[in-house]
């Protein structure tokens, strides 16, 4: 697998700034902006439709905002989209596997997809974090929606990826398997890498993230400190009330 | 370099091994095609004449509604868990994911035409395999696999995907459809090679436009 070395601290993983984003008539994004740090954990909150996922798209460079700058590593990820996509790991609702071939076998194309050499010795170290190395050769279709998901989780750390996105990946987690999530989204950004994760569960990302960041009609209205759950939960709970 | 041919060898084996663990593509295709060549024999009076003039018609006809079957299918399964945005997120070039499911697409048909050409042989009576022939099969096979590949991808998002993918595909496939019919038209009444490979540059010629148009058009389909 290509070396990244150490991450590029002359610009933050991620930078938003002014980004907007419509889908038709509907404007989800409208003028987002959000820093994410080295090093560090963002948890972005906002109710159902305010665009996290399209934030999480638009970051990975698999949609380009209608206006606004994106910058992953300090590249656009619409110009530099391969060199973005090789540095970022991305983990969505959708599990992004086959159901039909194997947990092995999922891994294995991602990792011929992402050029990673010694496949076999890295699937063997990511299946061992994850706790799924006793279900590599399951067919991902007979698997429980918890084990798909930590095979998606799997798929995404496969390429050390210097940042992760993650949308809502604590959803449908048992107690072992959330223990194993923290592990690693905490241990990615303590290890200088990026991690933005998208969650309703304000008590689940403080103690999680650096940062919570609350989207509410298509921008960041507020961001607070990991340990400021009190103020976060007023502001989110006022955003997920109140009409949208 | 290395990356696309990477990317593109990838998605052809993880297609290859899908296929033989589920057969949904070379088995309904080939059952396809196999039925609408057996029910054009009791539609026709199968009279030597007859058989000439509309037996390389019903081949074709049956190769390119297996096709939208098989086509229909092949982008169906990346849309199922997300795949196909998972195939984006890789860094490989948005043409050499193209190029990796064309391809599949194109092992697959051909191996359902070497799995019905026989058939339709025999239930026609037509003379044993004309050399040229292949060459037409394969160019003809290509284009469609061409073509089929970016309309399903543009097809498979739309609701009314098993409607759309026809409607978008079938038009743009009538030269193919034309130069393979009248090239295995010639071939299955005796003619010489000549005869034969008159249609090789025009379905060269289309191949070649159709595979770097649809691989640049490719990037802008998938765009969300």
């Known amino acids: 697998m290509r070396s990244y070395g150490s991450p590029d601290t002359t610009h933050c993983a991620v930078e938003a700034a002014g980004i907007t984003k419509s889908f038709g008539r509907s404007e989800v994004l409208r003028g987002l902006d959000l820093t994410i740090d080295w090093g560090e954990a963002v948890a972005v909150l906002g109710p159902n439709g305010s665009g996290k996922s399209t934030l999480i798209r638009l970051i990975a460079g698999l949609s380009k905002p209608d206006s606004g700058d994106i910058r992953v590593l300090g590249l656009d990820p619409a110009r530099h989209g391969e060199m973005v996509r090789r540095a970022v790991g991305v983990m969505t609702h959708e599990p992004l596997l086959y159901d039909d071939l194997t947990g092995y076998e999922n891994l294995e ?15 063997e170290a990511v299946a ?87 989207v509410g009609a298509g921008r960041v209205s507020n961001v607070f400190s990991g340990g400021d759950r009190a103020a976060a939960r007023k502001v989110y709970g006022a955003h997920v009330k109140g009409p949208h | 370099m290395k990356s696309y041919f990477g990317a593109i060898w990838a998605i052809v084996r993880k297609d290859v091994m899908l296929e033989l663990r589920t057969k949904d593509f070379v088995v309904s295709v080939v059952v396809f095609s196999l039925l609408v060549i057996v029910i054009f024999s009791f539609a026709i009076e199968p009279t030597p004449q007859v058989v000439a003039r509309v037996a390389p018609g019903v081949l074709w ?44 697409s194109f092992l697959f048909m051909m191996l359902v035409e070497l ?71 010639a071939a299955l009444g005796g003619a010489d ?23 640049f058009a490719f990037h802008f389909v998938v765009e969300e």
């Open chain 2, 61 to 104: 006809t049956a190769f390119v509604f297996g096709g939208v079957l098989g086509l229909t299918r092949s982008f169906a399964l990346e849309r199922d868990g997300g795949n196909l945005r998972g195939l984006l997120l890789a860094p490989a070039p948005r043409d050499a994911v193209y190029v990796g499911k064309m391809l599949a």
């Open chain 2, 115 to 185: 799995l019905v050409f026989p058939a339709f042989v025999v239930i026609f009576d037509l003379p044993l395999l004309h050399p040229a022939l292949i060459l037409v099969a394969v160019l003809a096979t290509l284009g469609i696999s061409a073509v089929g590949t970016l309309f399903s991808a543009m097809a498979v998002n739309t609701r009314a995907r098993e409607v759309m993918l026809p409607l978008l595909f079938l038009p743009v496939v009538i030269p193919v459809v034309i130069a393979a019919v009248e090239a295995s038209a």
């Open chain 2, 193 to 215: 090679s000549g005869e034969v490979l008159r249609w090789i540059p025009l379905l060269a010629a289309y191949d070649a436009v159709f595979l770097v148009a649809c691989a």
């Open chain 1, 109 to 123: 194309f991602a990792g011929r997809m992402f050029r990673i050499d010694r496949r076999e010795e890295r699937i």
């Open chain 1, 128 to 214: 061992g974090r994850l706790g799924v190395h006793a279900r590599l050769h399951q067919r991902v279709g007979s698997l429980s929606h918890g084990l798909r998901k930590r095979f998606s989780i799997a798929r995404a750390l496969l390429h050390k990826p210097r940042v992760l996105l993650m949308d809502e990946p604590e959803s449908g987690l048992d107690g072992r398997a959330l223990a194993i999530l923290e592990d690693v989204l905490t241990g990615h950004a303590a290890s200088g890498g990026a991690v933005l994760f998208t969650t309703h569960d304000l008590d689940w990302a403080a103690g999680r993230a650096n940062r919570i960041a609350i």
